[in-house]
T-cell receptor, first 114, second 110 residues
Framework: DAEITQSPRHKITETGRQVTLACHQTWNHNNMFWYRQDLGHGLRLIHYSYGVQDTNKGEVSDGYSVSRSNTEDLPLTLESAASSQTSVYFC?????????????FGPGTRLTVL | LAKTTQPISMDSYEGQEVNITCSHNNIATNDYITWYQQFPSQGPRFIIQGYKTKVTNEVASLFIPADRKSSTLSLPRVSLSDTAVYYCLVAPSGYSTLTFGKGTMLLVSP
């Protein structure tokens, strides 16, 4: 069955370190998204991609970057981790661009920045 | 994008019908209403979507009045496993990204 996976599931890092969170989907979806979820804020969009070599900034993109070199993967990089980036990160994918199209979410990565 | 308002939390008991109402007063003509469900320690998952009147699937029903300024997610005969956060989203079909609010935390007790 097609799926979307994230790794690692849990990560503890130190302030200032570079961290990369992996997202891999086997749906063959063109569209991929990264969200962060914090208490009191719901899910907020960080970056998204419509296809290979395409990336776009979301609502809370500062301090994060993504690159899309193939259809299956959209890694999220924190260039210099900050304590404010302690959060749960979710990756998602969808077949079509329309907001009416279902987004399929991964299990999440819990990141702690000390 | 239309702003949505939904209760922060709701409590219910097993076997009851639960109705969660979402207010979206400034919904636009081409906006669709979508609900997602999120269990603890999991990503959200799509439940149901509609434009007007009533939509039903194997999980839930969605009621949308004629003015479309609100919508109600109805969960028939909830069980403990329906304990989750439920998100109401409103967006035009041509808009590629979703905006999640804080959702409604539904707690189902025995």
């Amino acid at each position: 069955d097609a799926e979307i996976t994230q790794s690692p599931r849990h990560k503890i890092t130190e302030t200032g370190r570079q961290v990369t969170l992996a997202c891999h989907q086997t749906w063959n979806h063109n569209n991929m998204f990264w969200y962060r979820q914090d208490l009191g804020h719901g899910l907020r969009l960080i970056h998204y991609s419509y296809g290979v070599q395409d990336t776009n900034k979301g609502e809370v993109s500062d301090g994060y970057s993504v690159s899309r070199s193939n259809t299956e993967d959209l890694p999220l990089t924190l260039e210099s981790a900050a304590s404010s980036q302690t959060s749960v990160y979710f990756c998602a994918s969808s077949e079509h661009r329309a907001s009416t199209d279902t987004q399929y979410f991964g299990p999440g990565t819990r990141l702690t920045v000390l | 994008l239309a702003k949505t308002t939904q209760p922060i939390s709701m409590d219910s008991y097993e076997g009851q019908e639960v109705n969660i109402t979402c207010s979206h007063n400034n919904i636009a003509t081409n906006d669709y209403i979508t609900w997602y469900q999120q269990f603890p320690s999991q990503g959200p998952r799509f439940i149901i979507q509609g434009y007007k009147t009533k939509v039903t699937n194997e999980v839930a029903s969605l009621f949308i009045p004629a003015d479309r300024k609100s919508s109600t997610l109805s969960l028939p005969r909830v069980s403990l496993s329906d304990t989750a956060v439920y998100y109401c989203l409103v967006a035009p079909s041509g808009y590629s990204t979703l905006t999640f609010g804080k959702g409604t935390m539904l707690l189902v007790s025995p």
